[in-house]
Protein backbone atom coordinates (compact mmCIF):
# COMPACT_ATOMS: atom_id res chain seq x y z
CA UNK A 1 0.00 0.00 0.00
CA UNK A 2 2.78 2.43 0.69
CA UNK A 3 4.37 1.91 -2.42
CA UNK A 4 1.25 2.28 -4.25
CA UNK A 5 0.68 5.42 -2.42
CA UNK A 6 4.09 7.19 -2.98
CA UNK A 7 4.16 5.61 -6.94
CA UNK A 8 0.89 7.70 -7.66
CA UNK A 9 2.46 10.89 -5.59
CA UNK A 10 5.40 10.71 -7.74
CA UNK A 11 3.06 10.36 -11.49
CA UNK A 12 0.99 12.78 -10.69
CA UNK A 13 3.66 15.54 -9.15
CA UNK A 14 5.71 14.28 -12.47
CA UNK A 15 2.56 15.28 -14.86
CA UNK A 16 1.73 18.33 -12.89
CA UNK A 17 5.69 19.32 -13.35
CA UNK A 18 5.54 18.14 -17.21
CA UNK A 19 2.55 20.30 -18.03
CA UNK A 20 4.36 23.61 -15.78
CA UNK A 21 7.67 23.13 -17.79
CA UNK A 22 6.17 22.74 -21.48
CA UNK A 23 3.96 25.84 -20.52
CA UNK A 24 6.82 28.12 -19.52
CA UNK A 25 8.92 26.87 -22.76
CA UNK A 26 5.49 27.45 -24.80
CA UNK A 27 5.91 31.34 -23.39
CA UNK A 28 9.62 31.48 -24.07
CA UNK A 29 8.94 30.60 -28.08
CA UNK A 30 8.26 33.62 -30.54
CA UNK A 31 4.83 32.90 -30.46
CA UNK A 32 4.39 33.19 -26.79
CA UNK A 33 6.36 35.90 -26.34
CA UNK A 34 4.08 37.62 -29.29
CA UNK A 35 0.85 36.01 -27.07
CA UNK A 36 2.25 38.09 -23.99
CA UNK A 37 3.49 41.40 -25.94
CA UNK A 38 -0.27 41.26 -27.25
CA UNK A 39 -1.76 40.74 -23.92
CA UNK A 40 0.29 43.57 -22.31
CA UNK A 41 -1.16 45.89 -25.18
CA UNK A 42 -4.50 44.91 -25.03
CA UNK A 43 -4.40 45.75 -21.18
CA UNK A 44 -2.69 49.26 -21.13
CA UNK A 45 -5.94 49.68 -24.20
CA UNK A 46 -7.87 48.89 -21.43
CA UNK A 47 -6.60 50.81 -19.01
CA UNK A 48 -6.31 53.73 -21.67
CA UNK A 49 -9.81 54.05 -22.52
CA UNK A 50 -11.04 53.90 -18.96
CA UNK A 51 -8.62 56.59 -17.78
CA UNK A 52 -10.16 58.47 -20.91
CA UNK A 53 -13.93 57.58 -20.10
CA UNK A 54 -12.78 58.60 -16.29
CA UNK A 55 -12.00 62.38 -17.63
CA UNK A 56 -14.18 62.82 -20.10
CA UNK A 57 -17.08 61.70 -17.19
CA UNK A 58 -15.19 64.37 -14.67
CA UNK A 59 -15.27 66.99 -17.60
CA UNK A 60 -18.81 66.77 -18.33
CA UNK A 61 -19.72 66.62 -14.14
CA UNK A 62 -17.04 69.71 -14.35
CA UNK A 63 -18.88 71.48 -17.20
CA UNK A 64 -22.88 70.98 -15.48
CA UNK A 65 -21.36 72.55 -12.19
CA UNK A 66 -19.71 75.56 -14.00
CA UNK A 67 -23.09 76.14 -15.87
CA UNK A 68 -25.06 75.67 -12.64
CA UNK A 69 -22.98 78.56 -11.22
CA UNK A 70 -23.43 80.95 -14.00
CA UNK A 71 -27.14 80.30 -13.97
CA UNK A 72 -27.20 80.96 -10.34
CA UNK A 73 -24.41 84.31 -10.73
CA UNK A 74 -25.75 85.49 -13.60
CA UNK A 75 -29.57 84.54 -14.44
CA UNK A 76 -28.38 83.15 -17.80
CA UNK A 77 -29.03 79.83 -18.78
CA UNK A 78 -25.84 78.46 -20.91
CA UNK A 79 -26.64 75.71 -23.17
CA UNK A 80 -24.78 72.40 -23.34
CA UNK A 81 -21.81 72.19 -25.57
CA UNK A 82 -22.89 69.34 -27.61
CA UNK A 83 -26.24 70.76 -28.32
CA UNK A 84 -24.63 73.61 -29.84
CA UNK A 85 -24.07 73.49 -33.78
CA UNK A 86 -20.64 72.99 -34.58
CA UNK A 87 -18.90 75.34 -37.61
CA UNK A 88 -15.46 74.61 -38.65
CA UNK A 89 -13.82 75.32 -41.67
CA UNK A 90 -14.43 72.43 -42.97
CA UNK A 91 -17.81 73.07 -43.10
CA UNK A 92 -17.46 76.31 -44.92
CA UNK A 93 -15.25 74.69 -47.29
CA UNK A 94 -17.52 71.65 -48.24
CA UNK A 95 -20.02 74.41 -48.97
CA UNK A 96 -17.88 76.92 -51.28
CA UNK A 97 -16.13 73.74 -53.03
CA UNK A 98 -18.79 70.91 -53.02
CA UNK A 99 -16.42 68.85 -56.06
CA UNK A 100 -12.88 68.60 -55.02
CA UNK A 101 -10.74 69.51 -57.91
CA UNK A 102 -9.00 67.20 -60.38
CA UNK A 103 -5.39 66.22 -59.39
CA UNK A 104 -4.38 66.18 -63.09
CA UNK A 105 -1.96 68.27 -65.04
CA UNK A 106 -3.73 70.10 -67.43
CA UNK A 107 -3.07 68.92 -70.53
CA UNK A 108 -0.69 70.86 -73.18
CA UNK A 109 -1.96 72.07 -76.46
CA UNK A 110 -0.19 70.66 -79.53
Known amino acids: MKRTFWFG ?3 V ?7 KASKSA ?3 TPAGLASNVGDA ?3 LAGALGSFGADVRA ?5 EQE ?3 QVKRD ?7 AQARPRAGRHASA ?3 NPRPASRRAPKADA
Open 41 to 43: IRE
Open 66 to 68: LQE
Open 9 to 11: LGV
Open 74 to 80: TGIAVRP
Open 26 to 28: RQV
Open 94 to 96: ARA
Open 13 to 19: SGVALTR
Open 58 to 62: GMSER
